[in-house]
């Protein structure tokens, strides 16, 4: 069975304060991991998609990164406009899994 | 453009109502979803349609009846609702089969009284 764990389950930065979020996940057969960031009541917003190990994803002030085992999203110099939810979700064959996400809130 | 519209935004409904919840995209996708969310919970996977078919139904009750009457639309059509169906309902979508890269919708936040 698929599986993906986040962590920490919360994380509370000061402005300009940079870090890292963690998915570690095992599958059968990768599609793909992606990150998602969502914003209270809101549908979750696609970030990037990884595909094999080694590969690395930017935006703006986020960067994406893949192992064999993990996954981490690292913010540089975070802005309060970044405090959101990010979820991590793996793609196996016919299936699609998330993790329970990481809250972000960033402070100014 | 990966946008997946939802509507309505927000609904409440009786028990004894009938309501329905739309979703679209124009991006060629053969994939959609409906997914349902509680606070500060994941996404949780009710149905997938794939190619305007049904392949996934994750054992959902008969209240909840998804239709997709064509490769842009889906419709979930709610009846007999209980208040714990009260949740985020959100719709994806995807070009590949489930696993592969998908977009979602604002959601549609469901409220049974």
């Known amino acids: 069975e698929d599986q993906v764990t986040q962590s920490p389950e919360a994380l509370r930065l000061q402005e300009g304060e940079s870090s890292s979020l963690n998915c570690s996940y095992t599958?059968?057969?990768?599609?793909?991991l992606f990150w998602y960031r969502q914003d209270p009541g809101k549908g979750p917003e696609f970030l990037f998609t990884?595909?094999?190990a080694g590969e690395e994803k930017e935006k703006e002030r986020l960067k994406a990164t893949l192992t064999k085992k993990e996954s981490f999203l690292h913010i540089t110099a975070p802005k309060p406009e970044d405090s959101a939810t990010y979820l991590c979700?793996?793609?196996?064959?016919?299936?699609?899994?998330f993790g329970k996400g990481t809250m972000l809130l960033v402070s100014p | 453009d990966t946008e997946v519209t939802q509507t309505p935004k927000h609904l409440v409904m009786g028990m004894t109502n009938k309501k329905s919840l739309k979703c679209e995209q124009h991006?060629?996708?053969?994939?959609m979803y409906w997914y349902k969310q509680k606070a500060k919970k994941p996404p949780e996977l009710m149905f997938v349609?794939?190619?305007?078919?049904?392949?996934i139904n994750e054992s959902v009750p008969s209240r909840f009846s998804p239709e997709c009457p064509n490769s842009s639309l889906l419709n979930l059509h709610l009846h007999a609702l209980q208040p714990e169906d009260s949740a985020l309902y959100l719709c994806?979508?995807?070009?590949?089969?489930?696993?592969?890269?998908?977009?979602f919708g604002q959601g549609t936040r469901l409220t049974v009284v």
């Open positions: 599958v059968s057969g990768l599609r793909g």
């Open positions: 990884l595909y094999s």
């Open positions: 979700a793996v793609g196996g064959y016919s299936t699609l899994t």
């Open positions: 349609y794939s190619y305007e078919k049904l392949s």
């Open positions: 991006m060629g996708h053969r994939a």
């Open positions: 994806a979508s995807s070009q590949g089969v489930i696993g592969t890269e998908a977009f």
